[in-house]
């Protein structure tokens, strides 16, 4: 059974940055996965993904301050968060960009606040 691990989250202060990592412990070559996250109270969003041919879509409240990339042969997902706003605080997974019953990870959390 695949199984995710993220890292890279904390505290930081509103135009700060972070890098998260989610380490995969099967293939990612070729596989559409995502970055998601879920805020207390809220479902859980998805916020930038990668088709199977490389492609990379964002939603439009990170748009231009995300960037999401992966490395193959690391096995490993990265979202590079840039220009941080409080209101990106949340809990943040990876996992497959059509998941089903594929089990979550821990997630890493992300604080914004002064």
């Known amino acids: 059974q695949v199984q995710f691990v993220e890292s890279g989250g904390g505290s930081v202060q509103p135009g700060g940055s972070l890098k998260l990592s989610c380490a995969v412990s099967g293939s990612i070559s070729f596989t559409a996965m995502g970055w998601y996250r879920q805020s207390p109270g809220k479902q859980r969003e998805l916020v930038a993904s990668?088709?199977?041919?490389?492609?990379?879509n964002y939603a439009d409240a990170v748009k231009g301050r995300f960037i999401m990339f992966r490395a193959n042969a690391l096995k490993t997902l990265f979202l590079e968060m840039n220009n941080l706003k409080p209101e990106d605080t949340a809990v943040y997974y990876c996992?497959?960009?059509?998941?089903?019953?594929?089990?979550w990870g821990q997630g890493t959390e992300v604080t914004v606040s002064r």
């Open positions: 996992n497959f960009l059509d998941p089903g019953t594929v089990a």
């Open positions: 990668i088709t199977s041919g490389g492609s990379i």
